[in-house]
């Protein structure tokens, strides 16, 4: 819609300016400037890069396959240690590659798998970084102070 002034023969388009602040779109900025979409692997995928402190789900624990009463046990023991400090998620449902996935489009910055290494081997827990998919090999023991560092810094 646009204005002709008679007086100074000049076009304009008047605006409205608006300034308020609420909550919602807080929280709509918030979400729009986390949202992101790359590929890798030549995958896209979606993905909540929120912030570790600001993301509603820090970590997700998944045993690697839900056949085997061991890798579950222990890995819902991790899950139970992790969840009293931490808003953690527990998923058995589907392959890892889509439970990585899930937990991408969610915003969760760290996803910790429990598999075989686990148990037989050296007692160690892959963690897989959200932002660059990279996965590390943390011991169990160890991985509650890895998690508190890499989400609050200390």
């Not at 608006?18 to 692997?41: I, K, Q, T, W």
């Not at 489009?105 to 990279?134: I, K, Q, Y």
Request: glycine share 8%.
């Amino acid at each position: 819609m646009e204005y002709f002034d008679e007086r100074s023969k000049t076009k304009y388009v008047p605006h409205v300016i608006e300034p308020s602040l609420g909550v919602d779109r807080l929280f709509l900025a918030v979400m729009v400037s986390a949202y992101h979409e790359d590929e890798v692997g030549g995958d896209k995928r979606t993905l909540l890069r929120f912030h570790p402190r600001m993301a509603p789900i820090k970590v997700a624990v998944f045993p690697l396959v839900k056949n085997k009463p061991e890798l579950m046990e222990k890995a819902r023991g991790i899950y139970e240690t992790i969840r009293l400090r931490h808003n953690a998620f527990w998923d058995v449902s589907g392959a890892i590659g889509r439970r990585y996935r899930r937990m991408d489009e969610a915003g969760t910055p760290f996803c910790v798998t429990v598999d075989f290494e686990t148990l037989e081997g050296d007692g160690t827990v892959t963690v897989r970084e959200r932002d660059s998919t990279e996965q590390t090999r943390v011991p169990a023991d160890e991985l509650l102070g890895f998690l508190s560092k890499a989400i609050n810094g200390y």
